[in-house]
Nanobody, 121 residues
Framework: HVQLVESGGGSVEAGGSLRLSCTASGYPYCMGWFRQAPGKEREGVAR???????TYADSVEGRFAISKDGAKNTLYLQINSLTPEGTGMYYC???????????????????WGQGTQVTVS
């Protein structure tokens, strides 16, 4: 079992930046970030595998950066050039099954955090 705790959300003006963090209690194969805007479907943002291989959604490529600190067992998401469309709840997810490590809206990661709110005005 892996517990995930996100932090780092907040309110920011358009064009600003935030860094989200997700601390994991275990060692999953992969971890990812998802977001859900009010009234919209959840969407995958970025994922990273245990060996550092990353994948991004087209909508965030070049503006967001996912990384991890193995020593701290912490996942990060650096979000730059935020737009109001970036508003939503950001969730951290993790899994030990390689085939589960996708960025589709219906991704079935085993473990999910409670989310951290990002508001862009």
């Amino acid at each position: 079992h892996v517990q995930l705790v996100e932090s780092g959300g907040g309110s920011v003006e358009a064009g600003g930046s935030l860094r989200l963090s997700c601390t994991a209690s275990g060692y999953p194969y992969c971890m990812g970030w998802f977001r859900q805007a009010p009234g919209k479907e959840r969407e995958g943002v970025a994922r990273i595998e245990y060996d550092g291989i990353t994948t991004y959604a087209d909508s965030v490529e070049g503006r967001f950066a996912i990384s991890k600190d193995g020593a701290k067992n912490t996942l990060y998401l650096q979000i730059n050039s935020l737009t109001p469309e970036g508003t939503g709840m950001y969730y951290c997810a993790a899994d030990r099954r390689r085939y589960a490590c996708v960025l589709t809206h219906n991704a079935a990661y085993t473990w999910w955090g409670q989310g951290t709110q990002v508001t862009v005005s």
